[in-house]
């Protein structure tokens, strides 16, 4: 396997609006939200999902044959996923 690019990191924070404001103001990302009220940080083709800590979500793929996860030495949760629709996007929809 190799890795083409990375999708998106998700940092789980005491506080959410906190962190989006500090790193706005200290690198000029910028916040999106999608989903059910989620948010993100992004800059160029780079994403940063926000979890609040105690309100994580759970990995979900919506086809996980095209999805695997696996945890790192750490324990962080890592998801490689395929691009197969050609424009870009996991085959999941994110």
């Known amino acids: 396997m190799e890795i083409d690019r990375l999708d998106h990191l998700v940092l789980t924070v005491a506080d959410v609006a906190a962190t989006s404001a500090f790193y706005r103001r200290v690198l000029g990302m910028r916040e999106v939200r999608f989903g059910d009220g989620r948010t993100a940080l992004t800059f160029g083709a780079q994403k940063i999902n926000l ?44």
């Open 51 to 94: 979890h609040e800590h105690g309100r994580e979500f759970e990995p979900k793929a919506a086809r996980p044959i095209v999805s695997v996860y696996f945890r790192d030495p750490d324990g962080n949760l890592i998801e490689v996923s395929s691009y197969v629709d050609g424009a870009g996007e996991p085959s999941e929809g994110r």
